[in-house]
């Protein structure tokens, strides 16, 4: 769903598959800062990635 929600401002999909990537790259991070093992990271992450903000992508996640 990130996918193709980003591939809708993209016509290009590997940007689009590069920026989605990006954003789970920085909701797994964002996840493993308070999980305490798989179960409560597996909450964390999908808390996290429907939390995400511009502001926290861009301070947890470097593209280089």
Do not use: C, K
């Not at 308070?34 to 947890?60: H, K, M, Q, W």
Request: net charge negative; glycine share 8%.
């Amino acid at each position: 769903a990130v996918t193709v929600a980003l591939r809708a401002v993209d016509d290009d999909p590997l940007a689009a598959a590069a920026a989605a990537t990006a954003v789970y790259t920085g909701a797994a991070d964002m996840a493993a800062d308070g999980a305490r093992g798989p179960g409560s990271f597996a909450v964390a992450f999908l808390d996290a990635l429907a939390g995400i903000d511009a502001r926290t992508f861009t301070s947890r996640v470097v593209i280089s």
